[in-house]
């Protein structure tokens, strides 16, 4: 009976059903999406959507908060249920993650030093030292090796020739190396529009230079191969979207809402 019933409802949500607790990463220092607040506390946008997903399947919310790159690479082996985290469904990583859902969009933008004039596009990044979150689809764009899963027909622009990519394990390091002065350690950081607002509304030794990059379609990623789980997170999701939960997190964080 017991194989029965795992075999019915799959590997994860038999897992998270039967602990009565969800299991997701986030990063710890992407604010407004996730990151400590004052009372040393994870929040943001990503964190209340998790939480609601949690909610809706009536089990407690774990969170933990691997690195970037730990996160990005997969084969959790059970280990995390959910990655609610403003992850980009790229080519690479659909070989290891299945991405049920869409919960926001933002696109990529350049964020430089504000007291430097000589980035004014994406065709001045080139030769440049550019900070980006390692293993982000940021790293694999400044690389040009960028593929959007279920956009593949819709080519990426640019405009830029070689640029010298920097990863950073979290974009708190990047920021600060940036706020040193263009050419001092980074010369710009390629990230979220919305990510990039937030920083530069809380720091003005930042701005956004020229044009957005492209548009990044930001998914639910869970392991690959549970469809039962997947239908279970499309089903949640989309009745977050219907009934306005996301759009009031949107509202929340972000001022607008991002989850259309």
């Known amino acids: 009976m017991a194989a029965g019933s795992s075999a019915f409802a799959g590997p994860t949500l038999d897992r998270v059903e039967s602990k009565r607790e969800l299991t997701g990463v986030l990063m710890e220092n992407y604010p407004p999406f996730s990151f400590l607040n004052e009372q040393n506390q994870l929040d943001g946008f990503d964190v209340d959507v998790a939480k609601a997903v949690a909610e809706r399947l009536g089990v407690k919310l774990k969170l933990e908060t691997p690195s970037w790159d730990v996160i990005a ?26 991405f049920p859902v869409e919960y926001y969009q933002s696109p990529a933008v350049i964020v430089v030093n504000a007291k430097d004039n000589t980035i004014t596009s994406g065709k001045d990044l080139s030769g440049k030292k550019i900070g980006v979150i390692s293993a982000s689809t940021y790293e694999a764009y400044l690389n040009k090796d960028l593929v959007i899963e279920g956009a593949e ?13 920097a990863p950073y394990d979290n974009e708190t390091v990047a920021f600060q190396d940036l706020a040193l002065g263009a050419g001092v350690r980074l010369d710009a950081m390629v990230t979220n529009l919305i990510t990039a607002k937030e920083r530069i509304t809380q720091d003005p030794r930042f ?3 020229g044009e957005t990059l492209y548009a990044e379609p930001n998914v639910v990623a869970i392991e690959k191969g549970d469809p039962q789980w997947s239908d279970k997170v ?8 219907a009934d306005g939960t996301l759009a009031k997190i949107s509202q929340k964080w972000i001022g607008t809402d991002i989850s259309k």
């Open 153 to 165: 027909d819709i080519p990426l622009s640019y405009p830029f020739e070689s640029v010298q990519v």
């Open 73 to 98: 690479a997969g084969r959790w082996s059970g280990r995390y249920d959910i990655c609610v985290c403003s992850m980009t469904p790229s080519k690479a990583r659909a070989e290891v993650f299945d």
């Open 207 to 209: 701005r956004i230079a």
């Open 234 to 241: 499309t089903q949640v999701i989309n009745d977050l979207k």
